[in-house]
């Protein structure tokens, strides 16, 4: 039986087109993992390059406007059996301000808005965490923002866990979503036609030392 090279050109090409569009996830489960069971105890480290802070807020009410932070330090004492002790210190530059629009950065960078001159950095520490879930939590700190501090909640999911395969350390990531007022720390430009509520959403990565 003669089988026509077409059927065979076009059956090749579907396989090869299905593993290209699995292999990009079947690695990744190959690389973290969602359970809780493989997050490892001990002291982590931020991972800079892949932990951000974006946030959106009102403008005029005619479009929720976005932006984030980046460059943020600092650790992470992890307990996954007892999340009750564990700790987070982050640091971030508010001077790393990013939106789409360079003139607004430098904007937000003034006296009248951030003031980065004067308050340069933001900072976050934990004060209590509880877990809510297989893989949640809320974690409840002091948040320093334009030199005024509040306690502020977040509500924590796990990403996943892992080695990382370029340069093997163990990493874990969560996200991270909130909202704060801004007046509360003293940004209070325009408000209200600019908006109060500020929603932020964390993207975090932390790097295992030991």
Known sequence: ???????????????????????????????SSPD?????????????????VSFSISHFGFTDFYGLFSGASGT????????????????IPVTSILTTVPVLD???????????????????????????????ATVTGDLTLHGVTKQETLQVRLVG?????????????????????RSDFGVTQYVPLVGDDVALKIAGAFVRQQ
């Open 106 to 136: 430098n904007e937000l960078k003034n006296a009248q808005w951030f003031d980065v001159a004067k308050y340069p950095t933001a900072t976050f520490n934990s004060t209590k965490v509880v877990r809510t879930g297989n893989d949640t």
């Open 161 to 181: 866990s892992g080695v990382n395969p370029l340069d093997k350390s163990f990493t874990v990531g969560f996200e991270a979503v909130g909202t704060i007022k």
């Open 36 to 52: 809780p069971h493989a997050v490892k105890a001990g002291t982590y480290k931020v991972e800079p390059y892949h932990t951000q």
């Open 76 to 91: 992470l004492q992890l307990d996954p059996s007892t999340p009750s002790a564990s700790k987070l210190e982050v640091s």
């Open 1 to 31: 039986m003669r089988v026509n090279a077409n059927i065979l050109v076009a059956g090749a090409a579907t396989a090869l087109l299905a593993l290209t569009a699995a292999s990009p996830i079947a690695l990744a489960q190959q690389v």
